[in-house]
Protein backbone atom coordinates (compact mmCIF):
# COMPACT_ATOMS: atom_id res chain seq x y z
CA UNK A 1 0.00 0.00 0.00
CA UNK A 2 1.84 3.41 -0.70
CA UNK A 3 2.23 5.71 1.42
CA UNK A 4 0.86 8.50 -0.26
CA UNK A 5 -1.14 8.54 -3.65
CA UNK A 6 -0.56 11.27 -5.89
CA UNK A 7 -3.26 12.68 -8.96
CA UNK A 8 -4.21 12.72 -11.16
CA UNK A 9 -1.37 9.92 -12.51
CA UNK A 10 -1.29 11.54 -15.62
CA UNK A 11 -1.90 14.95 -17.03
CA UNK A 12 -1.65 16.54 -20.74
CA UNK A 13 -1.32 20.06 -20.97
CA UNK A 14 -0.39 23.12 -23.47
CA UNK A 15 2.12 24.95 -23.22
CA UNK A 16 1.40 27.99 -20.49
CA UNK A 17 -1.64 26.72 -19.27
CA UNK A 18 -1.47 26.50 -15.23
CA UNK A 19 -1.54 22.69 -13.88
CA UNK A 20 -1.91 21.34 -10.00
CA UNK A 21 -0.75 18.02 -9.00
CA UNK A 22 -1.92 16.71 -5.71
CA UNK A 23 -0.85 14.31 -3.07
CA UNK A 24 -2.52 12.59 -0.23
CA UNK A 25 -1.02 11.87 2.54
CA UNK A 26 -2.11 8.34 3.90
CA UNK A 27 -0.70 9.23 7.68
CA UNK A 28 -0.02 11.97 9.45
CA UNK A 29 3.26 13.12 8.62
CA UNK A 30 4.24 16.75 9.07
CA UNK A 31 6.88 16.73 5.96
CA UNK A 32 6.39 16.46 2.64
CA UNK A 33 8.38 16.81 -0.80
CA UNK A 34 7.97 16.79 -3.73
CA UNK A 35 10.70 15.62 -6.79
CA UNK A 36 11.03 15.10 -10.09
CA UNK A 37 12.38 12.89 -12.74
CA UNK A 38 12.77 14.04 -16.73
CA UNK A 39 12.73 11.13 -18.94
CA UNK A 40 15.92 9.14 -19.01
CA UNK A 41 17.39 11.79 -16.01
CA UNK A 42 17.70 11.12 -12.36
CA UNK A 43 15.21 12.25 -9.58
CA UNK A 44 15.61 15.78 -9.31
CA UNK A 45 14.62 17.54 -5.20
CA UNK A 46 12.07 20.44 -5.93
CA UNK A 47 10.54 21.57 -2.51
CA UNK A 48 10.03 20.45 1.13
CA UNK A 49 7.11 21.71 2.78
CA UNK A 50 6.57 21.51 6.84
CA UNK A 51 3.78 22.93 9.02
CA UNK A 52 2.64 24.58 6.16
CA UNK A 53 5.56 26.22 5.19
CA UNK A 54 8.15 25.97 2.82
CA UNK A 55 11.22 24.83 4.40
CA UNK A 56 13.65 24.50 1.77
CA UNK A 57 13.70 24.58 -2.26
CA UNK A 58 15.83 23.94 -5.33
CA UNK A 59 16.93 25.95 -7.97
CA UNK A 60 14.49 24.45 -10.03
CA UNK A 61 11.80 25.65 -7.58
CA UNK A 62 11.21 28.98 -9.44
CA UNK A 63 8.67 31.96 -9.28
CA UNK A 64 6.68 29.42 -11.20
CA UNK A 65 6.39 27.04 -9.01
CA UNK A 66 4.60 26.98 -5.60
CA UNK A 67 3.13 24.42 -2.96
CA UNK A 68 0.14 24.12 -0.52
CA UNK A 69 -1.94 22.36 2.09
CA UNK A 70 -5.27 24.35 1.34
CA UNK A 71 -7.18 22.31 3.32
CA UNK A 72 -4.95 20.61 5.80
CA UNK A 73 -4.55 17.35 3.77
CA UNK A 74 -4.44 17.39 0.50
CA UNK A 75 -0.77 18.77 -0.70
CA UNK A 76 -0.78 20.36 -3.77
CA UNK A 77 2.03 21.67 -6.24
CA UNK A 78 1.10 24.27 -8.91
CA UNK A 79 2.91 25.29 -12.20
CA UNK A 80 1.67 28.70 -13.07
CA UNK A 81 2.51 28.45 -16.72
CA UNK A 82 3.95 25.39 -18.10
CA UNK A 83 6.78 25.16 -20.22
CA UNK A 84 7.93 22.16 -22.62
CA UNK A 85 10.80 21.20 -20.51
CA UNK A 86 8.32 20.54 -17.23
CA UNK A 87 7.67 17.41 -18.77
CA UNK A 88 8.17 15.25 -16.05
CA UNK A 89 6.98 12.47 -13.91
CA UNK A 90 6.91 14.45 -10.35
CA UNK A 91 7.13 12.35 -6.99
CA UNK A 92 5.90 13.51 -3.68
CA UNK A 93 7.14 11.34 -0.37
CA UNK A 94 6.38 12.15 3.16
CA UNK A 95 8.90 12.01 6.08
CA UNK A 96 9.82 13.20 9.24
CA UNK A 97 12.17 16.25 8.09
CA UNK A 98 15.16 14.76 10.08
CA UNK A 99 18.54 13.76 7.82
CA UNK A 100 18.77 10.27 8.65
CA UNK A 101 15.22 9.91 7.95
CA UNK A 102 13.84 7.67 4.60
CA UNK A 103 11.38 9.07 2.82
CA UNK A 104 8.65 7.12 0.99
CA UNK A 105 7.51 8.03 -2.35
CA UNK A 106 4.02 8.21 -4.25
CA UNK A 107 3.25 6.68 -7.42
CA UNK A 108 4.04 10.18 -9.33
CA UNK A 109 2.23 12.22 -11.50
CA UNK A 110 3.13 12.03 -15.60
CA UNK A 111 2.75 15.16 -16.59
CA UNK A 112 3.33 16.27 -20.52
CA UNK A 113 3.59 19.56 -22.21
CA UNK A 114 2.27 19.93 -25.63
CA UNK B 1 27.88 18.81 -9.98
CA UNK B 2 26.95 15.23 -9.45
CA UNK B 3 27.47 14.65 -5.45
CA UNK B 4 26.22 10.83 -6.05
CA UNK B 5 26.86 8.92 -8.64
CA UNK B 6 25.97 5.43 -10.34
CA UNK B 7 28.87 4.63 -13.31
CA UNK B 8 26.82 1.81 -14.04
CA UNK B 9 24.09 2.38 -16.24
CA UNK B 10 22.97 -1.16 -16.23
CA UNK B 11 23.51 -4.48 -15.31
CA UNK B 12 22.66 -8.16 -16.22
CA UNK B 13 22.82 -10.79 -13.85
CA UNK B 14 22.15 -14.76 -14.17
CA UNK B 15 18.91 -15.29 -11.66
CA UNK B 16 20.61 -17.06 -8.28
CA UNK B 17 23.82 -14.72 -8.79
CA UNK B 18 24.79 -12.10 -6.63
CA UNK B 19 23.95 -8.31 -8.08
CA UNK B 20 26.18 -5.57 -6.99
CA UNK B 21 25.26 -2.25 -7.65
CA UNK B 22 27.62 1.08 -7.01
CA UNK B 23 27.40 4.19 -5.97
CA UNK B 24 30.16 7.31 -5.34
CA UNK B 25 29.14 10.53 -3.68
CA UNK B 26 31.66 13.07 -3.55
CA UNK B 27 30.11 15.33 -0.23
CA UNK B 28 31.82 14.06 3.04
CA UNK B 29 28.29 16.07 4.19
CA UNK B 30 26.40 13.19 3.50
CA UNK B 31 25.45 11.29 6.92
CA UNK B 32 22.90 8.91 5.17
CA UNK B 33 22.13 6.42 2.46
CA UNK B 34 19.40 5.00 0.80
CA UNK B 35 18.76 2.67 -1.93
CA UNK B 36 15.41 2.25 -3.91
CA UNK B 37 14.24 0.65 -6.50
CA UNK B 38 12.02 1.92 -9.13
CA UNK B 39 9.91 0.18 -11.77
CA UNK B 40 8.60 1.88 -14.94
CA UNK B 41 5.93 4.53 -14.33
CA UNK B 42 5.94 4.02 -10.78
CA UNK B 43 7.33 5.74 -7.84
CA UNK B 44 10.82 4.79 -5.77
CA UNK B 45 10.22 2.03 -3.51
CA UNK B 46 12.47 1.73 -0.67
CA UNK B 47 14.92 -0.87 -0.27
CA UNK B 48 17.25 -0.31 2.30
CA UNK B 49 19.40 2.63 3.97
CA UNK B 50 22.81 2.98 6.18
CA UNK B 51 23.65 5.78 8.46
CA UNK B 52 27.56 6.82 8.05
CA UNK B 53 28.15 5.62 11.91
CA UNK B 54 27.69 1.59 10.16
CA UNK B 55 29.66 0.04 7.56
CA UNK B 56 26.49 -2.83 6.82
CA UNK B 57 23.39 -2.97 7.28
CA UNK B 58 21.45 -6.15 5.86
CA UNK B 59 17.59 -7.10 5.61
CA UNK B 60 16.92 -10.27 3.55
CA UNK B 61 18.97 -10.69 0.26
CA UNK B 62 19.77 -6.89 0.63
CA UNK B 63 23.15 -5.68 1.75
CA UNK B 64 23.99 -2.34 2.09
CA UNK B 65 27.53 -1.58 2.27
CA UNK B 66 29.37 2.15 3.13
CA UNK B 67 33.31 2.50 2.70
CA UNK B 68 33.26 6.52 4.00
CA UNK B 69 37.34 6.82 3.61
CA UNK B 70 36.15 5.34 -0.37
CA UNK B 71 32.96 7.45 -0.39
CA UNK B 72 31.36 4.48 -1.88
CA UNK B 73 28.74 2.27 -0.99
CA UNK B 74 27.52 -0.46 -2.96
CA UNK B 75 23.88 -2.57 -2.52
CA UNK B 76 24.09 -6.67 -2.98
CA UNK B 77 21.44 -8.68 -3.80
CA UNK B 78 21.58 -12.64 -3.01
CA UNK B 79 19.81 -14.15 -4.65
CA UNK B 80 18.97 -12.24 -7.22
CA UNK B 81 15.35 -13.28 -8.61
CA UNK B 82 13.90 -12.25 -12.11
CA UNK B 83 11.44 -9.61 -10.09
CA UNK B 84 14.50 -8.08 -8.91
CA UNK B 85 15.05 -6.58 -12.18
CA UNK B 86 14.60 -2.64 -12.13
CA UNK B 87 16.10 0.03 -12.12
CA UNK B 88 18.09 0.99 -8.48
CA UNK B 89 18.39 4.56 -6.99
CA UNK B 90 21.18 5.76 -4.87
CA UNK B 91 20.30 8.37 -2.88
CA UNK B 92 21.56 10.31 -0.12
CA UNK B 93 21.27 13.27 2.02
CA UNK B 94 22.88 15.54 5.63
CA UNK B 95 25.07 17.38 3.11
CA UNK B 96 24.74 21.02 2.72
CA UNK B 97 22.20 20.58 0.52
CA UNK B 98 19.82 18.37 2.08
CA UNK B 99 20.72 20.16 5.60
CA UNK B 100 18.66 19.01 8.36
CA UNK B 101 15.77 18.70 5.99
CA UNK B 102 16.58 15.65 4.68
CA UNK B 103 16.52 16.08 1.06
CA UNK B 104 17.80 14.01 -1.23
CA UNK B 105 20.06 13.84 -3.93
CA UNK B 106 19.82 10.68 -6.18
CA UNK B 107 22.25 9.38 -8.81
CA UNK B 108 20.83 8.44 -12.09
CA UNK B 109 20.07 4.70 -11.71
CA UNK B 110 21.14 1.74 -12.60
CA UNK B 111 18.84 -0.87 -14.84
CA UNK B 112 19.49 -4.29 -13.23
CA UNK B 113 18.14 -7.06 -15.56
CA UNK B 114 17.86 -10.43 -13.84
CA UNK B 115 18.07 -13.42 -16.35
CA UNK B 116 16.59 -16.86 -15.58
Known amino acids: EPEVTQTPSHQVTQMGQEVILRCVPISNHLYFYWYRQILGQKVEFLVSFYNNEISEKSEIFDDQFSVERPDGSNFTLKIRSTKLEDSAMYFC????????????FGPGTRLTVL | DQQVKQNSPSLSVQEGRISILNCDYTNSMFDYFLWYKKYPAEGPTFLIS?????DKNEDGRFTVFLNKSAKHLSLHIVPSQPGDSAVYFCAASGGFYGGSQGNLIFGKGTKLSVKP
Open chain 2, 50 to 54: ISSIK
Open chain 1, 93 to 104: ARGQGASTDTQY
